[in-house]
């Protein structure tokens, strides 16, 4: 595990307001300087944070190779304020959109992790709709959960769990990392519903490079293989990691990582 070394990582983090009056959010983000061109920002999973065994490889892999980094919490996760059941996909992109407009400078690779992946791609619509697609050098994507909400948890909830969601607007969902149960709302799944994309193209407008464990149980092997037949309009690869699980968070898996970060900034 390569250990950040860069003294403006590894400080107390900085924080970014976003959104206003009641909807105001205080944002913890981390970030380190490069004059290297492309930057790079991490978007984190799902009840991920910024201090994960990836972002901070990442970290010290731009500080060698020169490059800006950045990374940050969600509301509701990690450093950050707010409320976990208060959260949406719609309300972390907004984030994510404030953190790469007000935070980076110039083009930035994303690396987007399990719910980060979704959140990039939706970054990268955005981003093209106002006509700044420029701001994007790449995207790296690991174990993508696109339209998680609907594709990845209501469509895998049992029976009985739907009719607890129905009933009372909240099912504890299981975890098999030590972190749940956790709440899943009715109203989180519902708002997710406006931001999938899986159904049509998508663009990103530029490389776009995902990796993806044939052994993740969480976003199976052929949900990514079905997002890159989605990505027909911009140059794709694809690298299925044998024996890889969800987190892709060993030292070959982070170095597959870090090569794939370097092909779509040449």
């Known amino acids: 595990m390569v250990k950040v070394k860069s003294e403006e990582f590894l400080a107390a983090p900085e924080f970014l307001r976003v959104g206003e009056g009641a909807g105001e959010r205080r944002i913890a983000f981390l970030r380190a300087p490069g004059a290297v061109s492309p930057g790079l920002v991490f978007l984190g999973g799902f009840r991920s944070t910024m201090r994960s065994e990836k972002a901070s490889f990442l970290a010290a892999k731009a500080a060698a190779a020169g490059r800006a980094f950045l990374c940050f919490d969600y509301s509701g996760h990690g450093e950050s304020g707010g409320a976990f059941e208060d959260g949406a996909i719609g309300r972390w992109l907004e984030e994510s959109l404030a953190a790469l407009e007000r935070l980076t400078e110039g083009p930035q690779i994303l690396v987007g992790s399990s719910m980060g992946g979704w959140l990039?791609?939706?970054?990268?619509?955005?981003?093209?709709?106002?006509?700044?697609?420029?701001?994007?050098?790449?995207?790296?994507?690991?174990?993508?959960?696109?339209?998680?909400?609907?594709?990845?948890?209501?469509?895998?909830?049992?029976?009985?769990?739907?009719?607890?969601?129905?009933?009372?607007?909240?099912?504890?969902?299981?975890?098999?990392?030590?972190?749940?149960?956790?709440?899943?709302?009715?109203?989180?799944?519902?708002?997710?519903?406006?931001?999938?994309?899986?159904?049509?193209?998508?663009?990103?407008?530029?490389?776009?490079?995902?990796?993806?464990?044939?052994?993740?149980?969480?976003?199976?092997?052929?949900?990514?293989?079905?997002?890159?037949?989605?990505?027909?309009?911009?140059?794709?690869?694809?690298?299925?990691?044998?024996?890889?699980?969800?987190?892709?968070?060993?030292?070959?898996?982070?170095?597959?990582?870090?090569?794939?970060?370097?092909?779509?900034?040449?």
Not at 130 to 143: N, Q, S, Y
Not at 204 to 227: F, N, S
């Open 120 to 266: 990039a791609l939706l970054v990268a619509r955005t981003l093209a709709a106002r006509g700044e697609a420029d701001r994007l050098a790449g995207l790296v994507l690991i174990a993508p959960a696109v339209d998680m909400t609907r594709r990845l948890i209501f469509d895998a909830m049992s029976a009985a769990e739907r009719e607890t969601l129905e009933r009372t607007g909240v099912f504890m969902r299981p975890s098999r990392y030590g972190d749940g149960p956790y709440p899943v709302s009715r109203a989180f799944i519902e708002e997710g519903e406006r931001h999938r994309l899986l159904g049509g193209a998508v663009r990103a407008h530029c490389p776009v490079h995902v990796l993806q464990g044939l052994r993740d149980e969480d976003v199976p092997p052929a949900h990514a293989l079905e997002l890159v037949e989605h990505l027909a309009g911009d140059p794709v690869a694809l690298t299925l990691v044998k024996d890889g699980d969800h987190r892709l968070s060993r030292p070959q898996d982070l170095a597959l990582i870090w090569a794939a970060v370097e092909g779509v900034a040449t």
